[in-house]
């Protein structure tokens, strides 16, 4: 089992910034079998959408066109954490951010509590 725990939402206003964490937890066996990480979001009436993802060494990842260039997803394996740092925040980029993580062989899904980003225009 693997267990994600968000951090670093709150309330920016239209231009700010914002650095979202996600701790992981669980047994060693569980954290080795981690492929890839992202973030998802998900806004009031609107299903949840992808935001960025990251392979377990890193060395790829994805973003939604909507965030490309004022994101960023990156991870340290050393403190099991996954973050995305987010720039020149909008309006349109409230939503409530889940961390999610995916692990093999199985590809089960896991998902975090969410975090609210709220940002002001």
């Known amino acids: 089992q693997v267990q994600l725990v968000e951090s670093g939402g709150g309330l920016v206003q239209a231009g700010g910034s914002l650095r979202l964490s996600c701790a992981v937890s669980g047994n060693g066996f569980a954290i080795r079998s981690i492929r890839s990480m992202g973030w998802y979001r998900q806004a009031p009436g609107k299903e949840r959408e992808l935001v960025a993802t990251?392979?377990?060494?890193?060395?790829?990842?994805t973003y939604a066109d909507s965030v490309k260039g004022r994101f960023t997803i990156s991870r340290d394996n050393a403190k099991n954490t996954v973050y995305l740092q987010m720039n020149s925040l909008k309006a349109e980029d409230t939503s409530v951010y889940y961390c999610?993580?995916?692990?093999?062989?199985?590809?089960?899904?896991?998902w975090g509590q969410g975090t609210q980003v709220t940002v002001s225009s």
């Open positions: 999610w993580a995916l692990t093999a062989p199985r590809l089960n899904n896991y």
């Open positions: 990251i392979t377990s060494d890193g060395s790829t990842t």
